[in-house]
């Protein structure tokens, strides 16, 4: 399958719509992904990223269909990770001379994953590449998201091939921003972003405005996964500035394990106190153990302050509960606050354990947690409501 984006701009890559998780089991894809790759054809042809190593086969016989490899003069590596770069070998045993463009970080990381020394010409950040009546102008993008990242912009047309930055992991034959729904578009752009670019939001704003200030027109941003954006393309880049930006919807998202049903119905009694203090902020429970992981970290992502609660287990917390604050740690969450709760039968750790771990990982603390002793009962839930009246209450000061 291929499609004409522009005249003489095609895009010859993948979508895979079975694909349910990325990264290894890391990232869930409930709506599938795509792997984007385009074929640039001027007075010299230029192919700009590939596909996953284990569609490589069907992406060169693919290719074929639409040009002789011999005719391909460049190949641009936007970004070095297998999901871009993995059809490489298959395309390079066919074209073992053709010049690959790539940061000087592109060409470690194209060696660390293939051990193969093809004719690399590395570019930084400026620098031009005739096709002919076109250029390709190069972007690097340091961290956005591997140290050998890069964007790449092809002039008259006004094309920014961005690769990961606006990407998202959505499979769809309808191919652009304006055609798809735009409510599961957004929510998949968010997840993305909240998954993989929160660590480096201030590199995101820094670049955006970088890019923003060039002052040059912007009528098409092809990223490597998910729909291009045509419509009132920049829309996007605005909203990687609001989210880059300490976002904070009016949420707070209460996420929990539970055994027997304690911390669970401490939860729900801390929200019950939350709105009622404030019936304007969203709410939202999550059994952590039965949610999926990376729509969580999502609901985090756009939360003013999130309470985390797990009982005391073996002197600790909940594997699911240490799981999701290793991931938040990680994340490096900007501005937010938080707090800890969880019910214990005898030493009842968890509200420390929970709190240290927060506060490690950049949350500034309401205060020092709630613990109930046992099966809490009517007392224990009514100071849970009174715990969620004082966090509405306090939460903005
Ligand atoms: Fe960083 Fe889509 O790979």
Redesign the pocket.
């Known amino acids: 399958m291929s499609f004409k984006i522009k005249e003489n701009i095609t895009w010859v890559g993948k979508i895979d719509w079975e694909l349910r998780k990325f990264h290894g089991e890391e990232y869930s894809t409930h709506r599938g992904s795509s792997?984007n790759s385009y074929l640039v054809q001027d007075e010299k042809t230029a192919l700009i990223d590939t596909v996953w190593g284990k569609f490589s086969k069907e992406f060169v016989q693919n290719l074929e269909k639409k040009i002789s490899l011999d005719k391909i003069d460049i190949v641009i590596a936007n970004?070095a990770?297998?999901?871009?770069s993995g059809a490489l070998p298959e395309l390079m045993s066919h074209i073992p001379d053709v010049p690959i463009y790539c940061t000087k970080n592109g060409v470690n990381s194209l060696k660390g994953h293939y051990h193969q020394d093809w004719n690399f010409q590395v570019v930084k950040t400026g620098d031009k590449l005739s096709l002919g009546s076109k250029d390709l102008i190069f972007i690097e993008a340091q961290m956005l998201?591997?140290p050998d990242?890069m964007m790449s912009y092809l002039t008259k047309d006004n094309i920014l091939f961005s690769?990961?930055a606006f990407?998202q992991h959505i499979a769809s034959e309808l191919m652009y921003n304006d055609l798809v729904d735009q409510a599961e578009l957004f929510q998949e752009a968010i997840k993305y972003y909240a998954n993989?670019l929160t660590p480096f939001s201030s590199l995101v704003d820094k670049k955006i405005k970088e890019v923003l200030a060039l002052k040059v027109a912007v009528d098409m941003i092809c990223p490597?996964?998910g729909v291009i954006w045509r419509k009132n393309p920049l829309q996007i880049a605005e909203k990687y500035l609001q989210w880059a930006g300490n976002y904070a919807e009016n949420q707070i998202t209460i996420a929990y394990d539970s055994m027997w049903d304690g911390t669970r119905r401490m939860a729900e009694a801390i929200a019950q106190g939350i709105t009622q203090e404030d019936q304007a902020v969203n709410v939202k429970l999550f059994n952590i153990a039965r949610s999926d992981k990376n729509d969580l970290i999502t609901e985090i992502f756009k939360s003013k302050a999130v309470l985390i609660g797990s009982p005391t287990i073996n002197k600790g917390i909940l594997s699911a509960v240490a799981a999701i604050l290793e991931e938040m740690k990680g994340l490096k969450f900007m501005n937010k606050k938080a707090a800890a709760f969880g019910c214990y039968g005898w030493s009842g750790e968890s509200i420390k354990i929970i709190s240290d771990k927060l506060e490690e990982s950049g949350f500034r603390l309401l205060n020092d947690g709630i613990r109930e002793k046992w099966n809490p009962d009517n007392q224990a839930m009514d100071n849970c409501i009174f715990f969620g009246k004082d966090i509405a209450l306090n939460l903005n000061d």
Request: no cysteine; charged share 20%; aromatic share 14%.
């Open positions: 792997y970004h990770e297998s999901d871009h998201h591997w990242s690769n990961d990407g993989i490597s996964h």
